[in-house]
């Protein structure tokens, strides 16, 4: 992982739990914890949300 990712993830883990990840040596790992933490979503049904549609300018 870049330096830039490690930094990102570190940033979030902040974020969600309100202090500096402690295995900042383990990049997957940290990205793991958090993911496993993330709430359970409903599956992915492109037909349950009308999409809004933007105005197309004439051409």
């Known amino acids: 992982m870049t330096d830039r990712t490690c930094e990102e993830l570190a940033e979030l883990w902040r974020t969600v739990f309100g202090e500096p990840p402690p295995i900042t040596t383990e990049p997957g790992l940290v990205a793991e ?22 105005p197309r300018k004439a051409s």
Do not use: D, F
């Open 33 to 54: 914890v958090l993911v496993r933490c993330l709430p359970l979503a409903e599956p992915y049904a492109p037909q349950a949300v009308h999409m809004a549609q933007l």
